[in-house]
Structure formats: C-alpha cells, structure tokens
C-alpha cells in the first residue's frame, strides 16, 4: 500500500460529473475514494465503474443496518461492483454481520471476484456521550460501547471498523493488529469541525493507529483542496 492509499476522500457531493472531476483533479494525490449515501443515490452504481475505470479503489459507505437477509446481498452487489471496502453498523448485531461475510467470501470464491474488506460502524464520528446516553439510549460509556461493538466486529470475522480516531488506540489494544481501523472525523488543526464531535488531526488519527483516515468537508472546502490533500499526505509521512 502506497502512502497516497491512507487518505480517502469522501466525495460528498450529488453530481456525477463533478464526483468524476474530482477523481481526476485529485488523481496524484488519492488513492482511495469514499462513495456515500449522497452520491450512490444521486447517481448510482455507475459512478463506481467510472472511479475503477481511472484506476482508484471505491469504499462504498453506505453503512447497511438491516436484517441479516437483506445485509447480506447488499454485501454481495457491492462485491460484485468491485469495491475495495464497504461497511455495515455493528448494531445490527452479530448475525448480521457474520451471515454478511460469510455470504460475501463464498460468493467471491464461487465468481472468482476479488473480496471487499467489510467495515463494521461503530459510533458514528457526529454522536456523544450525552447523545448516545440521552437519545441512542445507551448507558454504558462510549468508550465501552466502541469496544464491545468492535470486539463483535471481530468475532464476526470483519476485516475492521470505522471509528473515531479518539478509540483508535483502545480498538487496536482490543482487537489486535491486522484489525483495519478506518477514521473519519478528521480535521486539520485550520478548519472547523462542521457536525462532528469526536474529531482529531491527520497526524494525530496515524499515530493512534489509524490504517486510513477519511476526509471530506476539510479537504474539499479549501480555497486549494489539492494542495491540501498534499499537505495532509506529507503530514501522514512524518507521523
Ligand atoms: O466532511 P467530513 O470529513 O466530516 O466527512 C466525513 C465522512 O465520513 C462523511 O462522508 C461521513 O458520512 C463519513 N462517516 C463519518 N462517521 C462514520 C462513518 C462515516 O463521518 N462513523
């Protein structure tokens, strides 16, 4: 893996000519490009083959929640897209993802495709401690919540999960190495932190032990966006 691949930028807009020009401005730089809800549902499954057809890697983040049934051929359509990552919420609970995985790896061993690493969600970047307490319902910690949500994640055979930097390192403790930690959430010490709360540096989200760091706003909101996708590279290099 090329240092460019730790940073994956989300393409968080709803045109697909301006998703595709994105891709291309940002080509030298990128490695790996995050398509969401927006985009998917803007423009659809083609946008993906256009992003293979310049040679980057698609995280599909659509973040599946549903019965393990409906997870799991999701699971498969994503594969059968080619997508390098796509993620479904560990609160979906143990069967969901374990039946999501397992259907994805024999689906690719029987049409000889190559198989998507599968993320579980933990706590989303946006939700607090007070949020999770007083509107998720939760009562145990965050940090406790995280841990239990990744350790099934794991049990499940996930390849990783998508995280706050902030739990990174206790993840990684739970979870061991070779356990993929994805973090949004990531802003640069010069720019707001927009709606999210449990946010961290580039820098700081590698050195917790980040394996990639997702940005979006941070990046795409600058006067030079490229630029700063390059400083962000640099600043990944030294971590
Ligand atoms: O603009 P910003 O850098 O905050 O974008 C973060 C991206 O990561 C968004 O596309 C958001 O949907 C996604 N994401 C997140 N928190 C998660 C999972 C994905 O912010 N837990």
């Known amino acids: 893996m090329s240092n460019n691949d730790k940073l994956i930028l989300a393409l ?16 030298e730089h990128i490695g790996i490009f995050k398509v969401g809800l927006e985009l998917y549902t803007a423009a659809g499954p083609s946008v993906i083959e256009e992003i293979h057809k310049r040679g980057k890697s698609v995280f599909l983040d659509l973040k599946f929640h549903d019965i393990p049934n409906t997870v799991s051929r999701a699971g498969i359509a994503a594969a059968r897209l080619g997508v390098f ?3 479904v919420h560990a609160s ?3 069967d969901m993802m374990k039946r999501c995985r397992d259907d994805v790896v024999n689906t690719c061993l029987r049409e000889n495709l190559n198989r998507p690493r599968i993320l579980a969600v933990t ?14 319902g939760i009562q145990h910690s965050l940090n406790t919540h995280v ?18 930097a902030k739990e990174a390192a206790m993840i990684r403790g739970h979870c061991g190495r070779g356990f993929l930690i994805v973090t949004p ?21 590698i050195r917790e032990g980040a394996d990639y760091i997702v940005m979006g706003r ?16 640099q600043e990944i290099l030294t971590a």
Request: hydrophobic share 40%.
């Open 185 to 205: 959430g990531i802003r640069t010490s010069w720019t707001p932190v927009d709606d999210q709360m449990r946010t961290m540096t580039p820098k700081q989200a």
């Open 123 to 136: 706590v989303l970047t946006s939700i607090s401690t007070e949020i999770l307490r007083n509107e998720v």
């Open 92 to 94: 979906g609970g143990y």
């Open 147 to 164: 841990r239990h949500l990744a350790g099934l994640a794991l049990k499940a055979g996930l390849d990783g999960v998508v995280a706050s």
């Open 218 to 233: 941070a990046i795409l909101n600058q006067k030079d966006p490229v630029k700063t996708a390059e400083i962000i590279n």
């Open 85 to 87: 990552m796509f993620n």
């Open 12 to 27: 968080d807009v709803s045109e697909y000519d301006y998703a595709l020009e994105l891709v291309d401005k940002f080509g």
